[in-house]
């Protein structure tokens, strides 16, 4: 039997708010009928309360299969599960299942409820009173970015991928479970979607601190959202668990270095996020006010463009000063193809951001949706610089 692997030592940044449990598995292992090797063998593995820990490894690894003994969606053929210093491994599944939350690709949602049923669901099950659960559900459409007075009725087809997953997201946190288990959320949604997504779960996890398990293809989600990943192989032998930045620096086996791939100096654009920068502060103007007075201010500041916000402070367009120049008023119009990032958003984000937006910056969205300033380009190409020159000597 192997030994338990631990909790690597580091801790989580001190200043964050923690309300998850730890997790600890202890020789864990499913077979499935009629195969001969486990698809998990033997498996011990402990979870830091408020940690998210990044699940990796090849196709047919046991990853979701271990993601799943630990809501009991897989009973396991052997070993013991604990929450806390609970052991629910015996524990009734659908009670433990309202302890956590499960988000799945697409969200998961029911096709013929509205947004605020689904999202309602596990309060609902948990005889909370109507007025209660209506609260909750307004609550967490406002943490995910969904304004609750537009979105709550509508369906699920309504909706597009991302704010479906969105609500996903919002339904899974519903009866504020400790730990939440994510199984390729955002593997369904086109590239720029998945990276707002992730920026908002790092805002969210920032606000709530649950302790989260999330299965993952894609390597660079894993270094970007990841406190730590645990990097596995066939039957969920786990090959390496360590931060993103040890696994970078120190890849345990050749398989690892593989997977971390060359590039490390592109690689340092993962690792690096937008809050680490100095950002520069934008000229903003409200919908509704003066075209005239905006301007005035963006040239007394010597911006070249102006950042439009609505009336709850989120940016909504960034014109440029001649364009603004024109108009009378500032307009409600909402650019859908503005390039933002969250301040969680690494540099690599940001550049894919404002490549598929062909402009040579973006803005930076802060705590909900607030406008935190503004990253350029020319920023990132000098903390580019400076790695390169660093690894020179
Ligand atoms: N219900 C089942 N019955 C029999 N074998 C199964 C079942 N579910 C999974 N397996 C097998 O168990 C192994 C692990 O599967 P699992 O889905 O956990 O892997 P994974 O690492 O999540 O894969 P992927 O990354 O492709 O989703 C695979 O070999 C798979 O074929």
């Known amino acids: 039997m192997s030994d338990p692997v631990p909790t690597p030592v580091a801790p989580a940044a001190p200043e964050r708010r923690v309300s998850g449990v730890p997790i600890r598995l202890e020789h864990v292992t499913k077979r499935y009928p009629g195969q001969d090797r486990p698809a998990v063998d033997d498996v011990s593995l402990e979870i830091a309360a408020g940690e998210t820990v990044m699940f990796v490894g090849p196709s047919g690894c046991g990853k979701t299969t271990l993601l799943k003994m630990i809501n009991r969606l897989i009973e396991p053929t052997s070993g013991r599960i604990f929450l806390g210093d609970e052991d629910v491994t015996n524990q009734d599944p659908d009670r433990l299942r309202r302890r956590i939350g499960y988000v799945i690709q697409a969200g998961g949602l029911f096709p013929h409820m509205t947004v605020a049923t ?10 909370w009173e109507k007025p209660r659960i209506a609260e909750r559900i307004d609550e967490l459409l406002d943490l995910v970015g969904l304004d609750p007075d537009v979105y709550r009725d509508r369906y699920p087809r309504e909706l597009s ?19 939440l288990l994510m199984d390729e959320p955002f593997g369904a949604v086109d590239p720029i979607t998945r990276h707002r997504l992730q920026d908002e779960l790092i805002a969210i996890q920032g606000e709530i601190g649950k302790t989260i398990v999330f299965v993952t293809h894609d390597f660079d989600e ?25 696994i970078l620096a120190d890849p345990a086996e050749e398989y690892v270095a593989k997977f971390v791939g060359a590039g490390a ?4 654009l993962t690792l690096t996020r937008v809050n680490s920068l100095e950002l520069r502060p934008a000229t903003t103007a409200t919908v509704g006010e003066a075209a005239a007075a905006a301007v005035a201010r963006a040239r007394a ?3 070249e463009l102006i950042v439009v916000l609505d009336r709850r402070g989120r940016p909504i367009s960034w014109p440029t000063v001649a364009e603004v120049s024109r108009m009378t008023t500032i307009p409600a119009t909402v650019d859908e193809k503005l390039p933002v990032v969250g301040l969680g958003s690494t540099l ?16 930076v969205l802060g705590r909900r949706d607030r406008l935190a300033g503004v990253v350029t380009v020319e920023m990132i190409m000098d903390v580019v610089q400076r790695t390169r020159q660093e690894a020179a000597g």
């Not at 100096?265 to 340092?268: A, G, P, S, Y």
């Open 222 to 246: 894993a270094l970007k959202l990841g406190d730590r990943i645990v990097v596995f192989d066939v039957g969920a032998r786990i090959v390496q668990y360590d931060t993103p930045e040890a």
């Open 118 to 127: 689904n999202v309602g669901m596990v309060p609902r099950m948990l005889g």
């Open 348 to 363: 690599s984000d940001a550049l894919d951001t404002m490549l598929a937006a062909s402009q040579g910056g973006a803005v």
């Open 161 to 179: 991928g991302g704010q479906q997953q969105r609500v996903g997201v919002a339904r899974a946190l519903a009866a504020d479970p400790p730990v």
């Open 265 to 268: 100096t592109l690689k340092q």
């Open 301 to 303: 500041a010597g911006d």
